[in-house]
Protein backbone atom coordinates (compact mmCIF):
# COMPACT_ATOMS: atom_id res chain seq x y z
CA UNK A 1 0.00 0.00 0.00
CA UNK A 2 1.78 3.45 -1.46
CA UNK A 3 -0.86 5.56 0.69
CA UNK A 4 -2.30 6.11 4.26
CA UNK A 5 -5.54 7.76 5.25
CA UNK A 6 -6.11 9.62 8.42
CA UNK A 7 -8.98 11.46 8.98
CA UNK A 8 -9.34 14.95 10.66
CA UNK A 9 -12.78 15.84 12.66
CA UNK A 10 -13.33 20.09 13.79
CA UNK A 11 -13.66 20.45 16.83
CA UNK A 12 -15.28 23.87 17.69
CA UNK A 13 -15.58 26.97 20.48
CA UNK A 14 -18.90 28.31 21.60
CA UNK A 15 -17.80 31.48 19.55
CA UNK A 16 -17.91 28.44 16.29
CA UNK A 17 -13.98 29.23 15.76
CA UNK A 18 -12.08 25.71 15.16
CA UNK A 19 -10.58 25.16 18.23
CA UNK A 20 -9.31 21.68 17.86
CA UNK A 21 -9.36 18.74 15.27
CA UNK A 22 -9.42 15.14 16.63
CA UNK A 23 -7.18 12.33 14.49
CA UNK A 24 -9.23 9.18 13.51
CA UNK A 25 -7.66 6.00 11.81
CA UNK A 26 -8.56 4.80 8.85
CA UNK A 27 -7.50 2.36 5.96
CA UNK A 28 -9.30 3.90 2.83
CA UNK A 29 -11.04 6.71 1.95
CA UNK A 30 -14.35 5.62 3.30
CA UNK A 31 -14.08 3.14 6.21
CA UNK A 32 -12.34 3.05 9.53
CA UNK A 33 -9.43 1.46 10.14
CA UNK A 34 -9.69 -1.35 12.34
CA UNK A 35 -6.44 -2.36 14.66
CA UNK A 36 -6.03 -5.35 17.66
CA UNK A 37 -4.77 -2.20 20.34
CA UNK A 38 -5.17 0.94 20.64
CA UNK A 39 -1.57 1.37 20.44
CA UNK A 40 -1.45 0.19 17.38
CA UNK A 41 -3.87 2.73 16.06
CA UNK A 42 -1.95 5.61 17.90
CA UNK A 43 1.26 4.31 16.13
CA UNK A 44 -0.29 3.96 12.89
CA UNK A 45 -0.91 7.68 13.33
CA UNK A 46 1.92 9.07 14.42
CA UNK A 47 4.44 6.70 13.24
CA UNK A 48 3.61 6.35 9.56
CA UNK A 49 0.52 9.74 8.88
CA UNK A 50 2.59 12.06 10.57
CA UNK A 51 5.78 10.97 9.30
CA UNK A 52 5.14 11.79 5.83
CA UNK A 53 3.28 14.95 6.30
CA UNK A 54 4.10 18.51 7.90
CA UNK A 55 2.17 18.74 10.99
CA UNK A 56 1.20 22.16 9.46
CA UNK A 57 0.02 21.41 6.17
CA UNK A 58 -2.47 18.83 8.43
CA UNK A 59 -3.55 20.81 11.24
CA UNK A 60 -2.68 24.82 10.38
CA UNK A 61 0.27 26.59 11.53
CA UNK A 62 -1.41 26.93 15.02
CA UNK A 63 -3.62 24.11 14.93
CA UNK A 64 -4.08 21.44 18.13
CA UNK A 65 -4.72 18.05 17.88
CA UNK A 66 -6.80 15.55 19.83
CA UNK A 67 -4.47 11.95 19.99
CA UNK A 68 -6.31 8.91 21.58
CA UNK A 69 -4.69 6.84 23.88
CA UNK A 70 -5.12 3.87 26.13
CA UNK A 71 -2.65 2.45 29.10
CA UNK A 72 -0.43 1.04 26.69
CA UNK A 73 -0.27 4.10 25.31
CA UNK A 74 0.29 6.52 28.05
CA UNK A 75 2.78 3.61 29.56
CA UNK A 76 4.84 3.12 25.94
CA UNK A 77 6.89 5.87 25.38
CA UNK A 78 4.81 7.23 22.34
CA UNK A 79 3.72 10.37 24.11
CA UNK A 80 7.32 11.40 25.07
CA UNK A 81 7.54 12.67 20.93
CA UNK A 82 5.04 15.01 21.40
CA UNK A 83 4.66 18.22 21.10
CA UNK A 84 3.22 19.27 23.93
CA UNK A 85 1.69 23.05 22.16
CA UNK A 86 0.44 20.64 19.56
CA UNK A 87 -1.48 17.66 21.07
CA UNK A 88 -3.62 17.01 23.60
CA UNK A 89 -4.01 13.84 25.56
CA UNK A 90 -7.15 12.11 24.89
CA UNK A 91 -7.64 9.17 27.89
CA UNK A 92 -10.31 6.43 26.13
CA UNK A 93 -13.13 5.93 29.24
CA UNK A 94 -11.90 2.05 28.88
CA UNK A 95 -8.45 2.86 30.11
CA UNK A 96 -7.15 0.45 32.71
CA UNK A 97 -6.05 3.35 35.58
CA UNK A 98 -3.42 1.45 37.48
CA UNK A 99 -0.88 3.34 39.77
CA UNK A 100 1.75 3.62 37.13
CA UNK A 101 -0.59 4.90 34.23
CA UNK A 102 -1.71 7.48 36.62
CA UNK A 103 1.85 7.79 37.46
CA UNK A 104 2.03 9.01 33.73
CA UNK A 105 -0.67 10.87 33.42
CA UNK A 106 0.39 13.08 36.39
CA UNK A 107 3.83 13.20 34.98
CA UNK A 108 2.44 14.70 31.52
CA UNK A 109 0.32 17.52 33.23
CA UNK A 110 3.20 18.53 35.17
CA UNK A 111 5.32 18.42 31.75
CA UNK A 112 2.28 21.04 30.13
CA UNK A 113 0.40 18.71 28.39
CA UNK A 114 -3.78 19.53 28.16
CA UNK A 115 -5.30 16.22 29.21
CA UNK A 116 -8.94 15.11 27.72
CA UNK A 117 -11.14 12.37 29.31
CA UNK A 118 -13.06 10.93 25.80
CA UNK A 119 -16.63 9.45 26.15
CA UNK A 120 -17.24 10.62 29.49
CA UNK A 121 -21.28 9.23 29.97
CA UNK A 122 -21.88 10.70 33.33
CA UNK A 123 -22.68 7.34 35.41
CA UNK A 124 -22.18 6.73 38.19
CA UNK A 125 -19.28 4.06 37.32
CA UNK A 126 -17.28 6.60 35.24
CA UNK A 127 -17.37 9.13 37.38
CA UNK A 128 -16.25 7.03 40.51
CA UNK A 129 -13.14 5.92 38.44
CA UNK A 130 -12.38 9.15 36.63
CA UNK A 131 -13.10 11.68 40.00
CA UNK A 132 -9.47 11.04 41.21
CA UNK A 133 -7.91 12.33 37.83
CA UNK A 134 -10.08 15.48 37.53
CA UNK A 135 -8.03 17.65 38.95
CA UNK A 136 -5.56 17.50 35.94
CA UNK A 137 -7.63 16.98 33.82
CA UNK A 138 -8.39 20.20 31.19
CA UNK A 139 -11.11 19.07 29.30
CA UNK A 140 -14.18 16.39 29.58
CA UNK A 141 -15.67 15.12 26.37
CA UNK A 142 -19.01 14.11 27.06
CA UNK A 143 -21.11 11.53 25.04
CA UNK A 144 -24.41 13.90 24.79
CA UNK A 145 -25.99 10.63 22.96
CA UNK A 146 -25.14 8.40 25.93
CA UNK A 147 -25.79 9.87 28.88
CA UNK A 148 -28.74 10.19 31.28
CA UNK A 149 -30.23 14.00 31.23
CA UNK A 150 -30.64 13.67 34.71
CA UNK A 151 -26.74 12.60 35.24
CA UNK A 152 -25.66 14.99 32.38
CA UNK A 153 -27.19 18.06 34.22
CA UNK A 154 -25.53 17.30 37.53
CA UNK A 155 -21.78 16.67 36.01
CA UNK A 156 -21.85 20.16 34.14
CA UNK A 157 -23.14 21.60 37.41
CA UNK A 158 -20.33 19.80 39.32
CA UNK A 159 -17.57 20.00 36.75
CA UNK A 160 -17.89 23.83 36.88
CA UNK A 161 -15.93 23.94 40.45
CA UNK A 162 -13.08 22.25 38.69
CA UNK A 163 -12.05 24.42 35.84
CA UNK A 164 -12.97 21.92 33.22
CA UNK A 165 -13.66 22.82 29.75
CA UNK A 166 -17.31 21.02 29.01
CA UNK A 167 -16.94 18.79 25.10
CA UNK A 168 -20.31 17.93 24.10
CA UNK A 169 -19.48 14.95 21.27
CA UNK A 170 -22.36 13.40 18.87
CA UNK A 171 -23.88 17.11 18.03
CA UNK A 172 -26.23 15.85 14.79
CA UNK A 173 -28.70 18.61 14.93
CA UNK A 174 -28.80 22.30 15.59
CA UNK A 175 -31.34 21.69 18.13
CA UNK A 176 -28.53 19.61 20.20
CA UNK A 177 -26.17 21.93 19.56
CA UNK A 178 -28.40 25.29 20.59
CA UNK A 179 -29.64 23.30 23.59
CA UNK A 180 -25.79 22.30 25.08
CA UNK A 181 -25.21 25.61 24.18
CA UNK A 182 -27.52 27.00 26.68
CA UNK A 183 -26.11 24.25 29.09
CA UNK A 184 -22.91 25.97 29.57
CA UNK A 185 -20.65 23.26 27.44
CA UNK A 186 -17.29 25.18 25.64
CA UNK A 187 -16.47 22.96 22.90
CA UNK A 188 -18.65 20.69 20.40
CA UNK A 189 -18.46 18.20 17.96
CA UNK A 190 -20.24 16.05 15.29
CA UNK A 191 -21.64 15.68 12.34
CA UNK A 192 -24.06 18.56 12.41
CA UNK A 193 -20.94 21.21 12.80
CA UNK A 194 -18.26 19.23 10.69
CA UNK A 195 -17.97 15.50 9.38
CA UNK A 196 -14.23 14.42 9.54
CA UNK A 197 -12.48 14.75 6.67
CA UNK A 198 -9.85 11.94 5.17
CA UNK A 199 -6.10 13.07 4.19
CA UNK A 200 -4.52 11.07 1.88
CA UNK A 201 -0.92 10.58 2.65
CA UNK A 202 1.77 9.08 0.33
CA UNK A 203 3.41 7.00 2.88
CA UNK A 204 6.36 6.31 0.41
CA UNK A 205 7.50 10.10 0.00
CA UNK A 206 11.73 10.27 -0.63
CA UNK A 207 12.00 12.62 2.49
CA UNK A 208 13.78 10.48 5.16
CA UNK A 209 16.84 10.08 3.80
CA UNK A 210 17.06 13.75 2.79
CA UNK A 211 15.71 14.31 6.77
CA UNK A 212 18.53 12.47 8.11
CA UNK A 213 21.51 13.37 5.59
CA UNK A 214 20.62 16.84 6.56
CA UNK A 215 20.51 16.14 10.26
CA UNK A 216 23.87 14.48 9.95
CA UNK A 217 24.74 17.82 8.10
CA UNK A 218 23.52 19.67 11.18
CA UNK A 219 25.61 17.53 13.80
CA UNK A 220 28.51 17.97 11.79
CA UNK A 221 28.52 21.70 11.32
CA UNK A 222 27.95 22.24 15.02
CA UNK A 223 24.46 23.66 14.89
CA UNK A 224 22.70 23.98 18.63
CA UNK A 225 21.29 21.83 20.86
CA UNK A 226 18.55 23.50 20.06
CA UNK A 227 18.45 23.35 16.52
CA UNK A 228 19.25 19.97 16.37
CA UNK A 229 15.94 18.97 18.90
CA UNK A 230 13.59 21.06 16.93
CA UNK A 231 15.04 19.43 13.42
CA UNK A 232 14.66 15.67 15.16
CA UNK A 233 11.29 16.55 16.55
CA UNK A 234 9.95 17.28 12.95
CA UNK A 235 10.40 13.45 12.12
CA UNK A 236 7.48 11.88 14.60
CA UNK A 237 9.18 8.45 13.66
CA UNK A 238 12.91 9.61 14.33
CA UNK A 239 12.05 10.93 17.81
CA UNK A 240 10.59 7.91 18.77
CA UNK A 241 12.81 5.14 17.96
CA UNK A 242 15.78 7.22 18.87
CA UNK A 243 14.17 7.82 22.48
CA UNK A 244 13.00 3.66 22.48
CA UNK A 245 16.78 2.90 21.58
CA UNK A 246 18.33 4.55 24.26
CA UNK A 247 15.23 3.79 27.36
CA UNK A 248 16.66 0.02 25.53
CA UNK A 249 20.58 0.87 26.67
CA UNK A 250 21.13 -0.68 29.91
CA UNK A 251 24.21 1.78 30.42
CA UNK A 252 21.47 4.59 31.24
CA UNK A 253 19.38 4.13 34.52
CA UNK A 254 17.49 6.79 34.08
CA UNK A 255 14.05 6.87 31.51
CA UNK A 256 14.52 9.54 28.57
CA UNK A 257 11.07 11.12 28.13
CA UNK A 258 12.67 13.91 25.73
CA UNK A 259 14.91 14.34 22.46
CA UNK A 260 17.00 16.94 24.57
CA UNK A 261 17.73 14.06 26.79
CA UNK A 262 18.93 12.08 24.41
CA UNK A 263 20.81 14.22 22.58
CA UNK A 264 22.79 15.39 25.87
CA UNK A 265 23.26 11.33 27.08
CA UNK A 266 24.26 10.33 23.91
CA UNK A 267 26.29 12.68 22.67
CA UNK A 268 27.08 13.97 19.21
CA UNK A 269 29.27 11.28 17.81
CA UNK A 270 27.16 8.45 19.11
CA UNK A 271 24.22 10.19 17.71
CA UNK A 272 26.03 10.36 14.41
CA UNK A 273 26.02 6.62 14.84
CA UNK A 274 23.00 5.47 15.71
CA UNK A 275 21.60 7.79 12.65
CA UNK A 276 23.67 6.08 10.26
CA UNK A 277 21.89 2.22 11.54
CA UNK A 278 18.64 4.16 11.16
CA UNK A 279 19.81 5.18 7.66
CA UNK A 280 20.53 1.83 7.10
CA UNK A 281 17.93 -0.08 8.68
CA UNK A 282 15.06 1.69 7.86
CA UNK A 283 15.53 3.86 4.67
CA UNK A 284 15.98 1.86 1.84
CA UNK A 285 13.92 0.21 -0.71
CA UNK A 286 16.84 -2.08 -1.67
CA UNK A 287 16.11 -5.70 -0.72
CA UNK A 288 19.33 -6.41 0.68
CA UNK A 289 19.31 -3.66 2.55
CA UNK A 290 19.73 -5.61 6.10
CA UNK A 291 22.82 -7.48 4.66
CA UNK A 292 24.60 -4.43 3.34
CA UNK A 293 24.00 -2.59 6.91
CA UNK A 294 25.37 -5.71 8.94
CA UNK A 295 28.34 -5.65 6.47
CA UNK A 296 28.60 -1.68 6.68
CA UNK A 297 28.54 -1.98 10.72
CA UNK A 298 31.18 -4.86 10.47
CA UNK A 299 33.59 -2.75 8.09
CA UNK A 300 32.93 0.63 10.40
CA UNK A 301 33.83 -1.56 13.50
CA UNK A 302 37.05 -2.75 11.96
CA UNK A 303 37.94 0.39 11.04
CA UNK A 304 37.86 1.80 14.46
CA UNK A 305 39.98 -0.69 15.89
CA UNK A 306 42.55 -0.09 13.59
CA UNK A 307 42.48 3.54 13.84
CA UNK A 308 44.27 5.67 16.47
CA UNK A 309 42.77 6.48 19.67
CA UNK A 310 41.92 10.51 18.77
CA UNK A 311 40.61 9.00 14.85
CA UNK A 312 38.50 6.20 16.26
CA UNK A 313 35.14 7.99 15.85
CA UNK A 314 36.17 9.32 12.31
CA UNK A 315 37.10 6.18 11.41
CA UNK A 316 33.55 4.48 12.25
CA UNK A 317 31.85 6.92 10.27
CA UNK A 318 33.86 7.09 7.12
CA UNK A 319 33.64 3.27 6.90
CA UNK A 320 29.71 3.45 7.42
CA UNK A 321 29.21 6.19 4.86
CA UNK A 322 31.77 4.32 2.42
CA UNK A 323 28.13 1.90 1.79
CA UNK A 324 25.79 4.47 1.20
CA UNK A 325 25.76 4.63 -2.02
CA UNK A 326 25.21 0.96 -2.30
CA UNK A 327 22.80 1.14 -0.01
CA UNK A 328 20.66 4.02 -2.20
CA UNK A 329 21.92 2.91 -5.60
CA UNK A 330 23.23 6.28 -6.00
CA UNK A 331 26.29 7.97 -6.67
CA UNK A 332 28.66 9.08 -3.39
CA UNK A 333 28.74 12.44 -5.11
CA UNK A 334 24.92 13.21 -5.05
CA UNK A 335 24.57 11.42 -1.58
CA UNK A 336 27.40 13.69 -0.24
CA UNK A 337 26.91 16.91 -2.15
CA UNK A 338 24.84 19.08 0.54
CA UNK A 339 27.06 17.66 3.66
CA UNK A 340 29.73 19.08 4.61
CA UNK A 341 31.91 16.42 6.57
CA UNK A 342 35.32 16.02 8.22
CA UNK A 343 38.09 15.94 5.29
CA UNK A 344 39.35 12.54 6.06
CA UNK A 345 36.10 11.08 6.10
CA UNK A 346 35.29 12.65 2.84
CA UNK A 347 38.50 11.79 1.25
CA UNK A 348 37.50 8.17 1.98
CA UNK A 349 34.31 7.99 0.61
CA UNK A 350 34.69 10.43 -2.21
CA UNK A 351 38.22 9.82 -3.54
CA UNK A 352 39.13 6.49 -2.04
CA UNK A 353 42.27 8.38 -0.87
CA UNK A 354 43.34 9.86 2.50
CA UNK A 355 44.86 8.24 5.98
CA UNK A 356 41.85 5.81 6.34
CA UNK A 357 42.49 4.38 2.65
CA UNK A 358 45.05 1.23 3.63
CA UNK A 359 42.35 0.39 6.93
CA UNK A 360 39.80 0.78 4.25
CA UNK A 361 41.54 -1.68 1.54
CA UNK A 362 42.94 -3.94 3.97
CA UNK A 363 39.04 -4.67 5.22
CA UNK A 364 37.64 -4.78 1.56
CA UNK A 365 40.00 -7.41 1.27
CA UNK A 366 38.90 -9.09 3.89
CA UNK A 367 35.19 -8.90 2.64
CA UNK A 368 35.68 -10.34 -0.70
CA UNK A 369 37.96 -13.32 0.26
CA UNK A 370 35.41 -13.96 2.76
CA UNK A 371 32.37 -13.68 0.04
CA UNK A 372 34.47 -15.74 -2.22
CA UNK A 373 34.85 -18.29 0.15
CA UNK A 374 31.17 -18.28 1.10
CA UNK A 375 30.55 -18.44 -2.38
CA UNK A 376 32.82 -21.05 -3.54
CA UNK A 377 31.48 -23.37 -0.70
CA UNK A 378 27.73 -22.79 -1.61
CA UNK A 379 28.57 -22.87 -5.21
CA UNK A 380 26.15 -26.43 -5.53
CA UNK A 381 23.27 -24.52 -3.54
CA UNK A 382 23.15 -21.57 -5.91
CA UNK A 383 20.91 -21.54 -8.94
CA UNK A 384 23.53 -21.11 -12.72
CA UNK A 385 21.17 -18.49 -13.87
CA UNK A 386 20.44 -16.13 -10.74
CA UNK A 387 24.77 -15.53 -10.73
CA UNK A 388 23.88 -14.64 -14.48
CA UNK A 389 21.11 -12.34 -13.43
CA UNK A 390 23.38 -10.87 -11.00
CA UNK A 391 26.73 -10.08 -13.09
CA UNK A 392 24.52 -8.94 -16.56
CA UNK A 393 22.50 -6.64 -13.83
CA UNK A 394 25.81 -4.98 -12.39
CA UNK A 395 27.19 -4.91 -15.72
CA UNK A 396 29.18 -7.53 -15.29
CA UNK A 397 29.38 -9.28 -18.71
CA UNK A 398 29.79 -12.79 -19.61
CA UNK A 399 32.23 -13.98 -22.30
CA UNK A 400 30.50 -16.96 -23.92
CA UNK A 401 33.59 -17.96 -25.50
CA UNK A 402 34.96 -19.06 -21.96
CA UNK A 403 31.80 -20.37 -20.52
Known amino acids: MNRVYIAKQEIFNVKGKTFAYELLFRDHKHGIKEFKSNIQATSHVLLNSLTNINLD ?3 GHEGVAFINLNEQALTSGIVDILDNQRFI ?3 LETTELTEKVIAKIVQYYKRGFKLAIDDFDCSAEMIKKFT ?6 HILKIDVIEAEPENLENVVRKIKNFNIKLLAEKIETKQDYDHYVKMGFDLFQGYFLAKPE ?5 RYKDVTRITIMQLIKLLKNNASTGQIEHYIKQRTDLSYKLIRFLNNQETFETEVESVIQVITLLGRERLLRWLLLYLYSEMSNNPVSEAIMNIAVKRAEKMEALADKEEKDKAYIAGMFSMLDTLFESDMKDIMKDITMDKDITDLVLNKKGKFLASYRE ?3 TERDYLKRLLLQNFDKV ?4 IIYALELNNIHIDKDRL
Open 383 to 386: DLID
Open 198 to 202: VVEID
Open 89 to 91: LEI
Open 57 to 59: ELL
Open 363 to 365: IEH
Open 132 to 137: PLLKYI
